[in-house]
């Protein structure tokens, strides 16, 4: 399916519940054992776009990537965005080998549409569609950053080894510990809040707002 495509599928979805979405294409929100599934967001959506399911590091439509975000509301009722974006696993040997411009980092990020929706409760009862949003790393600005910061986990990598990665480093992207338990030695590449704020629309220069947390 082409970007402009599946943007113009998409954006049928606004304003629509998720969760009744899932129950028609039989997408798990909570097991029978009371395990909920993290990803139901993002498998409806796939499912819905007639992707199958899989953990291909390649973008997930060959020339794009989908992501999905969620958003809370501020007390004032001013929605931001919820958390950081998970963008692809980190392979230390693959990094250390490999430019900018020919890792997954860029590949994922290079053109991708990012769908929001809004965070009601951990219950997910209800999560309807906010916006949809088309990205390409294409200003200038932006994408020397985002080289600036996955060159920086390379020499570290390189230098100091895997295990000295810090979700400190990096200004639009960090390297961050991933999978279950706070044990977990897998790391992968996030966007930081403000970078994902950017790609949706809500900030015009993530450059001035990315905090280092």
């Known amino acids: 399916m082409e970007r402009v495509d599946a943007v113009s599928r998409l954006t049928t979805l606004v304003g629509q519940d998720l969760r009744q979405l899932a129950d028609q294409f039989n997408v798990t929100v909570w097991s029978q054992d009371n395990k909920k599934n993290k990803g139901w967001a993002g498998h409806t959506i796939e499912r ?42 980190i392979d230390p040997v693959e990094v250390v080998s490999k430019e900018f411009e020919e890792s997954h980092l860029f590949n994922k990020l290079q053109k991708i549409v990012v769908v929001a929706r809004i965070f009601e409760s951990q219950a997910d009862e209800r999560s309807l569609v906010h916006s949809v949003a088309s990205f390409d790393l294409d200003n200038p600005e932006i994408y020397d950053q985002v ?33 279950q338990g ?16 950017h790609i949706l629309g809500f900030e015009r220069n993530p450059m001035h707002c990315c905090q280092v947390l």
Do not use: C
């Open 48 to 89: 819905y776009l007639g992707l199958a399911l899989n953990s291909s590091r390649s973008p997930n439509f060959g020339s794009w990537e989908l992501k999905l975000v969620p958003l809370v509301a501020r007390r004032a009722g001013v929605l931001r965005v919820k958390e950081t974006m998970a963008i692809t696993m």
């Open 182 to 197: 706070h044990g977990s030695t897998s790391r992968a590449f996030y966007a930081r809040t403000g970078f994902v704020a």
């Open 147 to 179: 080289k600036a910061d996955y060159n920086l986990v390379r020499e570290t990598i390189r230098t100091q080894g895997f295990s000295s990665l810090s979700g400190k480093m990096g200004k639009l992207v960090q390297p961050r510990t991933k999978g």
